[in-house]
């Protein structure tokens, strides 16, 4: 059973890293925690976040769901 719950929080872990990555890279740039002071200036998320796909954001609250599903 312990072998069980450490292989699922293992794949867990792997894909909220997964979530992380797909909303923090971007074709314009990447976001970083240095950024967080610049957002409103200069539009400078909506310079990174220009013509990125509404599926990315579905897609890692699909695979975060997935994550709260194995850890129950």
């Known amino acids: 059973m312990i072998h069980l719950m450490?292989?699922?929080g293992i794949i867990g872990h792997t894909l909220?890293?997964?979530?992380?990555?797909?909303?923090?890279?971007?074709?314009?740039?990447?976001?970083?925690?240095?950024?967080l002071k610049t957002?409103?200036?200069?539009?400078?998320?909506?310079k990174i976040m220009e013509g990125v796909s509404k599926k990315v954001p579905m897609r890692s609250t699909m695979a975060s769901m997935l994550v709260w599903i194995l850890l129950i």
């Not at 890279?25 to 970083?32: M, S």
């Not at 957002?39 to 909506?46: C, E, H, Q, S, V």
């Open 39 to 46: 957002f409103g200036k200069d539009d400078k998320l909506a």
């Open 16 to 35: 909220n890293m997964y979530c992380n990555r797909i909303l923090s890279i971007f074709p314009n740039g990447k976001l970083t925690l240095a950024d």
């Open 6 to 8: 450490l292989v699922l």
